[in-house]
């Protein structure tokens, strides 16, 4: 089957700098998303990988292990704003996304 | 900027009931769905689109169908309401398979 595998929850400090892994195994791929979602807000997108290596934007950044289904999110210089819920998703041989349960971000002061 | 808009942020309906919802986008996208979102699960998959008058099944299609007489509206119904539908919807749109872009979503419960 397909499956996503994120980790339920993390907590971080302001300032600080937090990783958010991302597993996969699915049947093809054809590119991985990441999303952000506030607390009663729909998700937004942050970034997509479709090749192995790094992909930065500002603060935020994605990479990719094609051969170890592996994606990370990268989050610098941690602000308040960005307690979220962080959703993994990987587009398969279909081009449907599959997604991962997310991860919910907690940022202390 | 995309625009994905849905009919209603919260919703409470009776079971048995006959629930409409509604999704517009402004943004000439061809494809569009419908996901369920519940806590502890990843979005869950009803239905998509690619054109109109077209449909096609995701991975959760029971007890739902939907409707795409526009380009520009998708809706999702709920024959008959139970209460293991009380969840999150979400709509999503996406020019062919690009980034899927989401409406604020509808919160309904079932009593």
């Known amino acids: 089957g397909q499956n996503i595998d994120q980790p339920t929850e993390m907590t971080a400090t302001e300032g600080a700098i937090v990783q958010i892994n991302c597993t996969y195994q699915t049947s093809g791929f054809n590119g991985l998303f990441w999303y952000q979602q506030h607390a009663g807000e729909a998700p937004t997108f942050l970034s997509y990988n479709v090749l ?20 990370y999110l990268l989050l610098k210089e941690l602000q308040m704003k960005d307690s979220a819920s962080y959703l993994c998703a990987v587009r398969d041989s279909n081009y449907q996304l599959i997604w991962g349960a997310g991860t919910k971000l907690i940022i202390k002061p | 900027d995309v625009k994905v808009t849905q009919s209603s942020r919260y919703l409470v309906k009776r079971t048995g009931e006959k629930v409409f919802l509604e999704c517009v986008q402004d943004m000439d996208h061809e494809n569009m769905f419908w996901y369920r979102q519940d806590p502890g699960l990843g979005l869950r998959l009803i239905y998509f689109s690619y054109d109109v008058k077209m449909k096609e099944k995701g991975d959760i299609p029971e007890g739902y169908s939907v409707s ?24 999503a749109s996406s020019l062919g398979p690009g980034t899927q872009y989401f409406g604020p979503g509808t919160r309904l419960t079932v009593l």
């Open chain 1, 52 to 71: 192995d290596g790094l992909e930065e934007k500002g603060r935020f950044s994605s990479f990719l292990s094609r051969s170890k289904g592996y994606s």
């Open chain 2, 68 to 91: 795409r007489e526009k380009k520009e509206r998708f809706s999702l119904i709920l024959e008959s309401a139970s209460t293991n539908q009380t969840s999150m919807y979400l709509c």
